[in-house]
């Protein structure tokens, strides 16, 4: 958790450096990026990392609208992970179930200072909404055992972020941003701990985007 709050911290900071150092660069007319983006995602958590895939379409200089799928584990703050002499993981006690996110969003992206910085360094802000499928499989399991015993169930949710894409190249997409996930359960609850149910799921991630553009 600390790592996260450290990354939340240092990635305004080097964006408003980049912003200083658009400011200082000569003006240039801004790139044509095409309008189509589509790529996947990796993220990396308190819960440990996780895959997605995202496309995006840009509506005007400054709005972009996307849709995004990932999977990743949630783990609960006070989760501690031990190991054996050989580097098994132990059974965390009290734990029940394992907890995974698979969450589908649309949502959008604001981008920040079009005017100020140069197309090298292009930061937003975004924000997306949808429904979220959690699946528990029992945590006395084997790990890959385990998802032959898997239950689902659903909620809605979303995430807000703060990122920045970089580079000048016009067909490759590389960015970074941070997003804070909720999601709210539909129905009483999931037991991650033995009588211990909870409704909502809150995470921190750290989420490299990597992909083309057409």
């Known amino acids: 958790m600390k790592k996260i709050i450290y990354i939340i911290v240092l990635l305004p900071l080097l964006i408003i450096n980049g912003q200083k150092i658009g400011n200082i660069a000569d003006e240039k007319p801004h790139i044509a990026f095409p309008n189509n983006a589509i790529g996947f995602d990796l993220m990396i958590g308190e819960g440990g990392f996780g895959l997605g895939g995202f496309y995006r379409h840009n509506y005007s200089k400054t709005l972009t609208g996307f849709i995004d799928f ?5 783990k609960a703050q006070r ?5 054996d002499i050989f580097g098994y993981p132990l059974p965390i006690y009290g734990k029940k179930n394992r907890l995974f996110l698979l969450p589908l969003h649309i949502g959008g992206q604001y981008r920040l200072f079009y005017e100020s910085l140069t197309d090298r360094l292009r930061p937003y802000l975004s924000l997306g909404v949808g429904p979220t499928m959690v699946v528990t499989t029992p945590a006395q ?3 890959f055992k385990s998802f032959g015993l898997a239950k689902a169930t659903f909620g809605v949710g979303g995430y807000v972020g703060f990122g920045a894409n970089f580079g000048l190249n016009s067909n490759n997409l590389t960015g970074i941003n941070i997003r804070y996930y909720f999601v709210q359960l539909l129905n009483d609850g999931i ?3 033995f009588d211990d149910f909870t ?7 750290l989420t490299i985007n990597i992909g083309i553009m057409y």
Do not use: A, C, D, G
């Open 199 to 205: 409704k909502t799921l809150q995470q921190v991630t």
């Open 79 to 83: 989760e501690i992970e031990r190991f």
């Open 70 to 74: 990932s999977i990743s584990e949630f």
């Open 141 to 143: 399991k084997e790990f």
């Open 191 to 193: 037991e991650q701990y």
